[in-house]
């Protein structure tokens, strides 16, 4: 299976930025849907973003619409989410993972995924 790892969590401001990558180990990524989850303390691990396999597609939860981003960039086996005006309910651990299927029913669906990366910690304060 594709081996994913994110990186670019941090320690942030509320107002600030921070940009997560997610970089796979094979270069079929291109032919993968890509999603972001994310699970805070005691929650159940929530739908961020996810971007089709064409690219064609991008869907957000209506709590980040406007001030997150999702991309992917095939030639370099990676996918991002450019998180801006981030808030302290923000915090949580984020994943990103791969499907080698896009629809819009299972889209935000976490079984959907079957790759999945370590997590990165994310943390914004007041």
């Known amino acids: 299976q594709v081996q994913l790892v994110e990186s670019g969590g941090g320690l942030v401001q509320a107002g600030g930025s921070l940009r997560l990558s997610c970089a796979a180990s094979?270069?079929?990524?291109?032919?993968?849907?890509v999603g972001w989850f994310r699970q805070a303390p005691g929650k159940e691990r929530d739908f961020v973003a996810s971007i089709s396999i064409t690219g064609s597609r991008v869907e957000y939860a209506d709590s980040v619409k406007g001030r997150f981003t999702i991309s992917k960039d095939n030639g370099k086996n990676t996918a991002y989410l450019q998180m801006n005006s981030l808030k302290p309910e923000d915090t949580a651990v984020y994943f990103c993972?791969?499907?080698?299927?896009?629809?819009?029913?299972?889209?935000?669906?976490?079984?959907?995924?079957?790759?999945w990366g370590q997590g990165t910690q994310v943390t914004v304060s007041s």
């Open positions: 094979e270069r079929t990524f291109s032919s993968y849907a």
């Open positions: 993972a791969a499907a080698r299927a896009w629809s819009d029913a299972t889209f935000g669906d976490l079984r959907a995924y079957k790759n």
